[in-house]
T-cell receptor
Framework: KNEVEQSPQNLTAQEGEFITINCSYS?????LHWLQQHPGGGIVSLFM???GKKKHGRLIATINIQEKHSSLHITASHPRDSAVYIC????????FGTGTRLQVFP | DAGVIQSPRHEVTEMGQEVTLRCKLI?????LFWYRQTMMRGLELLIY????????DSGMPEDRFSAKMPNASFSTLKIQPSEPRDSAVYFC????????????FGEGSRLTVL
């Protein structure tokens, strides 16, 4: 079993839909990162969380340390949100989830 | 600041050749990470440095791989000799604080070993 699990692995949505991507981990962590990678592209850091909730534009990330769970929400999704979203936790080194591939159709 | 800069962006080489990938950190950052991404294994941490010192190299596949930070703003990842299974995209990232600082990634170096 991977130390960092993401769900779903693949997600399709219509433009405007509310999207949730989940990340569960089994190790003690000091921080959790949400990353975005567009097809053929580089990796961009969206959020770094150690507690609570953060919001940036249409993106919201939450973390529950007790339940070892984080969610990434996208409100009013848009085709340009189509990308792979990767959860990574810091536990003396960075451990990556396998990613969630999101496709948003017009 | 121009961000994390990696070179080359693309490299095609033959098996057995030496490959050197380069990374320039963002000014003021003191942590440097090298990652590898393949379709089969996703993203993997190879090695990371804090204040120029290698902290964890447990992800380095084997002795053919080596990484250095000759100064606070520059790092190299060397593969000698290269093998076809080393074909991947290699990313470096820097941060102002190990673990709990935001990560800034370079655009990656796509390596193909024939």
């Amino acid at each position: 079993k991977n130390e960092v699990e993401q769900s779903p692995q693949n997600l399709t949505a219509q433009e405007g839909e509310f999207i949730t991507i989940n990340c569960s981990y089994s190790v003690g962590i000091s921080a959790l990162h949400w990353l975005q990678q567009h097809p053929g592209g580089g990796i961009v850091s969206l959020f770094m969380l150690s507690s609570g909730k953060k919001k940036h534009g249409r993106l919201i990330a939450t973390i529950n340390i007790q339940e070892k769970h984080s969610s990434l929400h996208i409100t009013a999704s848009h085709p340009r949100d189509s990308a792979v979203y990767i959860c990574a936790v810091w536990a003396d080194k960075l451990i990556f989830g396998t990613g969630t591939r999101l496709q948003v159709f017009p | 600041d121009a961000g994390v800069i990696q070179s080359p962006r693309h490299e095609v080489t033959e098996m057995g050749q030496e490959v050197t990938l380069r990374c320039k950190l963002i000014s003021g950052h003191n942590s440097l990470f090298w990652y590898r991404q393949t379709m089969m294994r996703g993203l993997e941490l190879l090695i990371y440095f804090n204040n120029n010192v290698p902290i964890d190299d447990s992800g380095m596949p084997e002795d053919r791989f080596s990484a250095k930070m000759p100064n606070a703003s520059f790092s190299t990842l060397k593969i000698q000799p290269s093998e076809p299974r080393d074909s991947a995209v290699y990313f470096c990232a820097s941060s102002f604080r190990v673990g709990t600082g935001e990560l800034f990634f370079g655009e990656g170096s796509r390596l193909t070993v024939l």
